[in-house]
């Protein structure tokens, strides 16, 4: 896989993002939430398992909505460099649906989430598609 490609989609370019829809009460956005699936299919290159390949994603949702935590990309997705970006910042959250707002220049900004009981997204931005699931601890 070409590593021009993995980081247009790592960085997310500030790609504008759409989202999905759930119905009913959220349930509350205050929490720990720890990637159990971690999935990126660059455009027209196979399905690249981040957490297999070591990369992690953590987020801490405080009450304030405030966040903390950090996102890893190890050095053979990379190109041979790792990728960390600090996750500090806020989240906001409209009905079922999450942004986050940071200064770290990452996809993770550019997604829509939906609040479940996980957070969880599968969607496609700058044309890799990001599947992803943030498990509440």
């Not at 304030?64 to 910042?89: E, K, Q, R, V, W």
């Amino acid at each position: 896989m070409g590593v021009k490609i993995l980081w247009a989609c790592i960085a997310g370019l500030g790609l504008a993002a759409c989202g999905g829809n759930e119905t009913g009460p959220s349930p509350e956005l205050p929490g720990v939430y720890v990637a159990s699936v971690f999935q990126v299919t660059p455009p027209a290159e196979p399905l690249i398992d981040v957490l297999a390949a070591g990369g992690t994603l953590s987020i801490t949702v405080a009450s304030d909505h405030s966040t903390t935590g950090s996102l890893s990309i190890p050095a053979s997705l990379n190109g041979g460099t790792p990728f960390i970006a600090d996750m500090a910042g806020t989240a906001t959250l409209s009905g079922s649906s999450v942004h986050f707002q940071q200064s770290a220049d990452s996809f993770v900004k550019d997604l829509t989430w939906t609040l479940g009981t996980n957070l969880t997204v599968n969607q496609t931005i700058g044309g890799a598609t990001y599947t992803i699931t943030l498990t509440r601890q």
